[in-house]
């Protein structure tokens, strides 16, 4: 399929952050194949402050993703849609209710996503058929575009130093992450073997370190040897200054990477650029007693 000609192109990602962090090659790839097209991206408002960071787009269109019952609230996006002159739509997020935006919202545009009239459709109606990664890179090339990040996001440029607050927390070189990610509407996707790994780390020898979010303190708190934030240093920093230094800047000797159970690609992605070698945890469905 022929790439689409375009010069103000919209990529939908609303979320969730693992997602985000996955679909970072993706979109690094839709700027390479438009090197002079505006690109922004449509996310939800948790992710505002990381799509600001993002070198390879110029904008960010947020939506709050009212209910769809919400008729007043669809015409008053429809109106914003409208206002802006897309001429090519990357759905990576393929859901209904970006269905329904292709369906109802949005004027007749080049659409690269699995909905149905898409004129550049998704080779694989269902996009759950494929992981995450591959999932990105076919969806592109489907499209017509060359692909070659989607297979391996790079985050660096989320990095901040944050070594003042490592120290100030006692935390050594070499030490060892464990990041127990999961959204508390859902605690069967969190791997649970996290008290009994970090128990055998602290026997070994090993510091470990947890970069807990709101929905991960008390599993944290109650991990034997862990070295954690204070609440009031999880309450101000915000994940996207933690992960990608921790994994990516300050560690240093030996690192064991997590693999969180709801984005397993998260923590490899920012792992992946250090020269140590270490333990994968894979997801449950992947068989977490690995």
């Known amino acids: ?9 919209l990529i939908i990602k609303h979320g969730a952050f693992g997602d985000i962090i996955q679909v970072e090659g993706a979109v690094h790839d839709v700027r390479l194949n438009y090197l002079d097209a505006r690109i922004t991206v449509m996310t939800s408002p948790p992710f505002n402050k990381i799509f600001a960071r993002c070198p390879w787009i110029d904008d960010i269109f947020l939506d709050t993703r009212p209910p769809r019952w919400r008729l007043d609230k669809m015409w008053a996006l429809r109106r914003r849609l409208r206002a802006q002159p897309f001429d090519f739509v990357v759905d990576f997020q393929n859901n209904e209710r970006t269905a329904f935006y292709f369906n109802h919202l949005f004027p007749p545009v080049a659409w690269s996503g699995k909905v149905k009239g898409a004129s550049h459709r998704r080779s694989t109606e269902d996009p759950k058929q494929i992981q995450g ?141 250090c020269r140590w070698t270490g333990l994968r945890i894979f997801r449950r469905r992947k068989c977490s007693r690995r």
């Open 1 to 9: 399929m022929q790439r689409p000609d375009a010069k103000n192109i």
């Open 133 to 273: 990664l591959p999932r990105f890179a076919t969806q592109l090339r489907d499209a017509g575009l060359e692909v070659r990040h989607a297979a391996a996001p790079h985050v660096s440029w989320m990095a901040e130093d944050v070594s003042a607050i490592l120290a100030e927390a006692g935390v050594r070189p070499g030490y060892i992450v464990l990041i127990p990610g999961c959204s508390a509407k859902h605690p069967q996707k969190r791997w649970p073997y996290y008290a009994e790994l970090a128990e055998k780390l602290h026997a070994a020898g090993h510091q470990t370190v947890t970069v807990p979010g709101p929905d991960e303190l008390e599993l944290c708190r109650a991990l034997p040897s862990i070295i954690r934030a204070p609440p009031s240093l999880s309450a101000t920093i915000p994940v996207l200054r933690i992960l990608p230094p921790i994994s990516a800047r300050a560690a240093s000797g030996f690192s064991v990477r997590i693999s969180m159970p709801n984005a397993p690609a998260s923590l490899q992605t920012v792992s992946a650029r």
